[in-house]
């Protein structure tokens, strides 16, 4: 099975980390070819070692409010967050390129480096400490999320999502098929094979 090929106008790509300004760009061109066109099918060609897990989500809850179907493709690497984009994608196609290296994991969370400072008051300490746990229990509320939401796209149990996103979870393109995160790989196309010229009768 071979995946569509989408006009050029009705493509778009996420290359690279994914943040608050590359998801900005990518929704606002969701909603223009759609208003364009409420019936033809666009494309998301994703090449990415994640990134940001909010504005990931973002990308999923407009594709899943647009009235035209979005195809999404990986190809190169689709990591973290980027595989959460290719498993919302219109079922029957989602597309990872063969040689594609796909990662699942659950929410980093970040560094902190809390040193005592000469002449810090025990106030001071308590709203560091109390930033720490709010920053731990948010983390806590993405995990969550995470889990439900690649449950729905990719029908793995919660259960082992969570054993298998507690670390670096390193798939090939069939695997991911086979996971859920993706429908198809596509096969290579066959070209037809050129006849040689008879080399030329010397006299």
Same mark, same amino acid.
Do not use: W
């Given at each position: 099975m071979q995946p569509i090929h989408l006009p050029k106008q009705r493509r778009m790509k996420i290359v690279g980390t994914i943040d608050d300004d590359k998801a900005s760009c990518l929704i606002d061109r969701l909603l223009a070819l759609e208003e364009q066109d409420p019936e033809q099918p666009v494309q998301i060609? /994703?090449?990415? @070692?994640?990134?940001?897990? $909010?504005?990931?989500?973002?990308? =999923? %809850? =407009?594709?899943? $409010?647009?009235?035209?179907?979005?195809?999404?493709?990986?190809?190169?690497?689709?990591?973290?967050?980027?595989?959460?984009?290719? #498993?919302?994608?219109?079922?029957? !196609?989602? +597309? =990872? !390129?063969? $040689? @594609?290296?796909?990662?699942? !994991?659950? +929410?980093?969370?970040?560094?902190? $480096?809390?040193?005592? /400072?000469?002449?810090?008051? #025990?106030?001071?300490?308590? %709203? +560091?400490?109390?930033? +720490?746990?709010?920053?731990?229990?948010?983390v806590e509320v993405f995990d969550e999320l995470l889990v439900d939401m690649m449950a729905k796209l990719t029908r793995q149990t919660k259960a082992k999502l969570k054993k298998d996103l507690e670390h670096d979870t390193y798939m090939s393109a069939a695997e991911a098929v086979a996971y859920g995160l993706a429908d198809m790989v596509p096969a290579p196309r066959s070209k037809p094979s050129k006849k040689r010229k008879a080399p030329a009768a010397r006299g």
């Amino acid at each position: 099975m071979q995946p569509i090929h989408l006009p050029k106008q009705r493509r778009m790509k996420i290359v690279g980390t994914i943040d608050d300004d590359k998801a900005s760009c990518l929704i606002d061109r969701l909603l223009a070819l759609e208003e364009q066109d409420p019936e033809q099918p666009v494309q998301i060609l /994703i090449n990415s @070692t994640g990134g940001m897990l $909010s504005p990931a989500c973002a990308i =999923v %809850d =407009v594709m899943a $409010s647009l009235s035209c179907p979005v195809y999404t493709t990986a190809l190169g690497r689709c990591e973290s967050a980027a595989t959460l984009i290719l #498993a919302a994608g219109e079922p029957g !196609h989602r +597309v =990872v !390129h063969p $040689s @594609t290296r796909l990662m699942i !994991h659950k +929410v980093r969370k970040g560094t902190f $480096s809390i040193s005592p /400072i000469n002449g810090a008051k #025990a106030p001071e300490m308590q %709203d +560091v400490a109390l930033e +720490v746990k709010r920053l731990a229990d948010e983390v806590e509320v993405f995990d969550e999320l995470l889990v439900d939401m690649m449950a729905k796209l990719t029908r793995q149990t919660k259960a082992k999502l969570k054993k298998d996103l507690e670390h670096d979870t390193y798939m090939s393109a069939a695997e991911a098929v086979a996971y859920g995160l993706a429908d198809m790989v596509p096969a290579p196309r066959s070209k037809p094979s050129k006849k040689r010229k008879a080399p030329a009768a010397r006299g």
